[in-house]
C-alpha cells in the first residue's frame, strides 16, 4: 500500500474506535495483532488490561467494553502528525475527556503502528504517564512526594 493508503487506514482505525462498534474496530487489527502500551499506565491498571495485549479479540474487548466505562464523556482526539514510511505509520495525537471519577483528562501521545495489508499488525503507545496517573488515579501521598527517590547506595 501507499503511505497515503496507510495513513488513510489509520485515520479510518480510530473512526472505527470511536464508532465502538466490535466489528469495525476488529476490521482494523490483523487476528494476531499486538498493543503496547507502558508498563503499568494508569488505564490499563484502572481497567484491569495488561500492558501487551495480543490477539484482536483481547483489543476489541478493551476499546469496546473496557475504555468507554473509565472515558465515560466529552471523549475527542486532535491528530497532530500523521507520518509514514513504507507500512509504519506515526501518529502524534491529543485525547481530551471526561473520566468515570469526574477529572478531565488531557494528555499527549505517540503511536508507532505497523501494517499489513492496510490493517494494524503492531501498535507501540508512549505517552505521558505521570500526567495520566494523576487524572485517572490521583497524586501520590503528600508523604511520598515529599521523599522523593529512594536510592540504595552499597556500603
Given at each position: 500500500?501507499?503511505?497515503?493508503?496507510?495513513k488513510r487506514?489509520v485515520v479510518?482505525a480510530?473512526?472505527?474506535f470511536?464508532?465502538r462498534?466490535?466489528q469495525r474496530?476488529r476490521?482494523?487489527?490483523?487476528?494476531?495483532?499486538?498493543?503496547l502500551a507502558?508498563k503499568?499506565?494508569?488505564?490499563?491498571?484502572a481497567?484491569?488490561?495488561?500492558?501487551?495485549m495480543?490477539?484482536?479479540?483481547t483489543i476489541?474487548?478493551?476499546?469496546?467494553?473496557a475504555?468507554?466505562k473509565?472515558f465515560?464523556?466529552?471523549v475527542?482526539?486532535?491528530f497532530?502528525?500523521?507520518?509514514c514510511?513504507?507500512?509504519?505509520?506515526?501518529?502524534?495525537?491529543?485525547?481530551?475527556?471526561?473520566?468515570?471519577?469526574g477529572?478531565?483528562?488531557?494528555?499527549?501521545y505517540?503511536?508507532?503502528?505497523?501494517?499489513r495489508?492496510?490493517?494494524?499488525a503492531?501498535?507501540?503507545?508512549?505517552?505521558?504517564t505521570?500526567k495520566?496517573?494523576?487524572s485517572?488515579?490521583?497524586?501520590?501521598?503528600?508523604d511520598l512526594?515529599?521523599a522523593?527517590?529512594s536510592?540504595?547506595?552499597p556500603?
Amino acid at each position: 500500500m501507499t503511505p497515503e493508503q496507510n495513513k488513510r487506514a489509520v485515520v479510518d482505525a480510530w473512526k472505527a474506535f470511536a464508532s465502538r462498534d466490535p466489528q469495525r474496530v476488529r476490521a482494523a487489527f490483523t487476528d494476531d495483532a499486538e498493543w503496547l502500551a507502558p508498563k503499568d499506565n494508569a488505564t490499563g491498571v484502572a481497567l484491569g488490561f495488561t500492558d501487551h495485549m495480543i490477539g484482536s479479540d483481547t483489543i476489541v474487548r478493551f476499546l469496546v467494553e473496557a475504555f468507554p466505562k473509565l472515558f465515560v464523556a466529552d471523549v475527542s482526539v486532535d491528530f497532530t502528525h500523521l507520518l509514514c514510511e513504507g507500512d509504519t505509520v506515526v501518529l502524534e495525537m491529543r485525547l481530551q475527556a471526561t473520566l468515570a471519577n469526574g477529572r478531565h483528562y488531557d494528555n499527549d501521545y505517540c503511536f508507532i503502528l505497523e501494517l499489513r495489508e492496510g490493517r494494524i499488525a503492531r501498535m507501540r503507545e508512549y505517552m505521558d504517564t505521570q500526567k495520566g496517573r494523576r487524572s485517572v488515579i490521583g497524586d501520590l501521598p503528600a508523604d511520598l512526594r515529599a521523599a522523593g527517590p529512594s536510592i540504595a547506595v552499597p556500603a
